[in-house]
């Protein structure tokens, strides 16, 4: 079972944080400097990586590809119209690595592969794509991480996948639980199938996220993803496939803080008593055995002596059978906590 592996030297997985992954994909409608943008928001709200599309609609789609119900737009003549030019990459690749933020893309043929092999050093493989298994297998042969959504995919297709990567001799696998619906509805989302790809590959595993809001990755950060790939965009209200379903860079810092915040509250599993935090109410909130009238010294202390409340700085009340039938050493006011020093 693969406890964490790296990108781009950046550890993920067990006892590392989430390593969250900002989706321009193709937001940037063929506009540098809105790349660039997009870029800046990335960081500024935190995210590890920044992600973009690499494809050619004439490799992509056959011209005779049935009308999706969901476009106006033929899909050959909409991906065309997206497609992230190439001659981008190294600019791209150069300005955030000047942010301080790893970048990456999802290539869709061979020569997509070449390209971003001397930009990046790790590659996504889309949902749709899994199937192609000459793709996968020539990808995953850089010998970089890989990281596989898995939308639509049979846990046989998922083998397949994996074991074309492993033949390729690469086993530094990430797979994304995946719904492939723009936006996906949360009922669809089947969170717990990240558990059965982990406990059926060993691999590490994750969640790529088109469901509105940002509650989804964050539960499935406390479930055990160790990867999240968000769709976000600077405003959707642009035109363009992607834009309606994607987050908008506030809510991008949102997933960001929501993240951190759950990952700090997880713990070790441990119950070791109060935290530092805690101390306070610990000593004045817990309920301790306190008396329940004026005890003289000398007196034996019997069970109607003793009563149990607020606060917690006298004998914890499981001792009352140890202390009922002890001799009180001083005077013991009404309503004072009793400690082993009084009797």
Not at 17 to 25: K, L, M, N, R
Not at 30 to 47: C, K, M, T, W
Not at 128 to 150: N, Q
Request: net charge negative.
């Amino acid at each position: 079972m693969t406890d964490s592996i790296f990108m781009a030297g950046r550890p993920v997985g067990e006892k590392h944080p989430c390593f969250i992954i900002a989706e321009v994909g193709a937001n940037h409608n063929r506009s540098y400097d809105l790349a660039l943008r997009h870029i800046d928001a990335a960081v500024e709200a935190g995210a590890d990586a920044v992600k973009f599309q690499i494809y050619s609609a004439d490799r992509l789609y056959s011209k005779k590809t049935p009308k999706h119900s969901g476009y106006d737009k033929d899909l050959h003549t909409l991906i065309s119209e997206i497609e992230t030019p190439r001659e981008w990459l190294p600019k791209l690749a150069d300005y955030c690595k000047k942010k301080n933020i790893l970048f990456f893309a999802t290539p869709f043929d061979h020569e997509a592969v070449d390209e971003l092999n001397k930009v990046s050093e790790f590659f996504k493989i889309a949902s749709f794509e899994l199937v192609d298994l000459d793709l996968v297998r020539y990808c995953a042969s850089k010998g970089k991480p890989m990281i596989i959504s898995t939308g639509l995919a049979d846990m046989e297709e998922i083998e397949d996948a994996y074991r074309a990567c492993v033949e390729a001799g690469n086993e530094n696998i990430v797979f994304l639980q995946c719904a492939s619906v723009y936006p996906a509805p949360p009922h669809i989302m089947n969170l717990k199938s990240m558990e059965t790809i982990r406990r059926a590959f060993g691999t590490l595993v994750g969640l790529s996220d088109h469901t509105p809001g940002v509650h989804i990755s964050v539960a499935a950060v406390a479930m055990g993803a160790y990867v999240v790939e968000k769709h976000f965009t600077l405003d959707r209200s642009m035109e363009g496939p992607d834009h309606p379903f994607a987050i908008e860079p506030d809510e991008l810092r949102e997933l960001v803080r929501q993240i951190r915040e759950v990952e700090s509250a997880m713990g070790d599993g441990r119950k070791l008593g109060p935290s530092e935090e805690e101390m306070e109410f610990y000593q004045k909130a817990r309920r301790s055995l306190h008396a329940s009238r004026d005890i003289k010294a000398g007196e034996t202390i019997t069970e109607g002596m003793l009563t149990c409340k607020r606060p917690g700085l006298g004998i914890a009340p499981k001792h009352s059978d140890i202390v009922v039938g002890r001799t009180a050493k001083i005077d013991i006011e009404r309503d004072q906590w009793l400690t082993w020093e009084m009797i």
